[in-house]
């Protein structure tokens, strides 16, 4: 058995990555209460986040973010349709899955723009 031949669903990629968002969703909290905290604390802090947020690498891990957020919103969605039998047959599932992929995707993009 060739394991490098094995093409995972469309349908198990999406599971895939709304289980990698939702952990980098999780593990950016402390980054994020950070960011908040500097940013309430006083004025001369809040001009050093506005610095910290326009760092390159900053603006990528905020898009990669932004990404897991939507994609996550996006999946979590149709994982409630298809709880209640909506979208349950294979074709339908298919083309959700690429729905959410996109529209994760989509939104990514706008933020991207909006960071830009």
């Known amino acids: 058995m060739n394991l490098i031949k094995i093409r995972l669903p469309m349908m198990g990629i ?32 809040f001009e050093r986040t506005l610095v910290l947020l326009q760092n390159p690498f900053m603006k990528l891990l905020l898009l990669l973010l932004a990404w897991s957020v939507f994609h996550h919103l996006f999946a979590g969605i149709r994982y409630l349709l298809i709880d209640i039998d909506i ?12 729905i959410a992929l996109f529209a994760g995707f989509l939104m990514a993009v706008i933020v991207l723009v909006m960071l830009l």
């Open 14 to 45: 999406v599971s895939i990555l709304h289980r990698i968002s939702g952990v980098l969703m999780f593990v950016s909290i402390p980054l994020l209460v950070y960011l908040f905290h500097l940013s309430v604390t006083g004025e001369p802090e």
């Open 87 to 98: 979208g349950i047959n294979k074709p339908q599932a298919r083309m959700s899955a690429y």
